[in-house]
């Protein structure tokens, strides 16, 4: 059996007298695109900040790659090869299409004044190495928006925002990618754009982890593997997405249907 890459064991997180994750066990596989589904306020985000070190746990345990990362920082689980994007952008658009971007890999950066005095040379080769690395990541996303390098991010259309927004997660070269509904505020048209984005992107750079939260089923049955239902903090359902949609606690928690009789 493969021994998973992001394990949560007993994973509660509560705020207040509000449990908004309740002893939670959920496993995500080496190179899986797992989807993560669930109403809204059943802990899907909440699940995120506590894997990401946003939050501590109240209780349980969360192992990357069978090493416990509870209490962990967001830095710590950062160089640990696991980033993320949020459903509200979270770009600075006065800056440059390339300093957004550059930002996702600043732990690579000497930013210290010895450097900054000293070592001029290194720091050039060190912008000018970030520059290709950034340039190749967006024109593989496209090639119109890798020409806007310098530009500011405030000019970009809603989808190129996202691109630029998954570069950024992406520029690491992270082992594990968690997508905080990438569709929010987009089109049909340009979620299932996104969508072929993701995955041609994935297959160039390798089959790195996903986990995805989306609302949108269509994008649920089209690119993930396997798929996990929460509900008030408590997983109710796991498998395949026709398993979890012909599931009546799923028809009733999440699609709004009345279940079987």
């Given at each position: 059996m493969k021994t998973p890459l992001l394990q949560a064991n007993g994973l509660t997180m509560r705020f207040g007298g509000l449990t908004a994750l309740d002893a939670l066990d959920l496993s995500v596989f080496d190179g899986e695109i797992l989807g993560l589904l669930g109403p809204n306020g059943s802990g899907k985000t909440t699940f995120f900040n506590v894997v990401t070190g946003l939050y501590a746990p109240s209780a349980g345990d969360i192992l990357l790659d069978g090493r416990d990362i509870r209490g962990n920082t967001p830095q710590q689980v950062y160089r640990a090869g696991v980033t993320r994007t949020f459903q509200r952008s979270r770009l600075s658009l006065t800056m440059t299409v390339f300093d957004n971007v550059a930002i996702g890999n600043y732990q690579h950066f000497e930013l210290g004044l010895f450097a900054n005095l000293f070592q001029r040379k290194q720091l050039r080769q060190e912008y000018e190495r970030t520059v290709e690395m950034v340039h190749a990541l967006l024109n593989t996303f496209n090639k119109e928006l890798a020409a806007k390098l310098f530009q500011p991010a405030g000019g970009l259309s809603m989808i190129d925002r996202r691109r630029v927004e998954l570069c950024r997660a992406l520029i690491s070269k992270?082992?594990?990618?968690?997508?905080?509904?990438?569709?929010?505020?987009?089109?049909?048209?340009?979620?299932?754009?996104?969508?072929?984005?993701?995955?041609?992107?994935?297959?160039?750079?390798?089959?790195?982890?996903?986990?995805?939260?989306?609302?949108?089923?269509?994008?649920?049955?089209?690119?993930?593997?396997?798929?996990?239902?929460?509900?008030?903090?408590?997983?109710?359902?796991?498998?395949?997405?026709?398993?979890?949609?012909?599931?009546?606690?799923?028809?009733?928690?999440?699609?709004?249907?009345e279940a079987a009789a």
């Open positions: 992270p082992r594990l990618l968690l997508l905080d509904e990438p569709s929010a505020g987009m089109t049909h048209d340009e979620t299932n754009e996104l969508m072929d984005d993701i995955l041609q992107v994935r297959s160039q750079l390798g089959p790195f982890t996903i986990v995805i939260i989306e609302h949108e089923m269509n994008v649920i049955q089209r690119i993930t593997e396997r798929c996990v239902v929460l509900n008030y903090g408590k997983k109710i359902a796991e498998g395949s997405y026709a398993e979890i949609t012909a599931d009546p606690q799923v028809q009733v928690a999440y699609l709004g249907q």
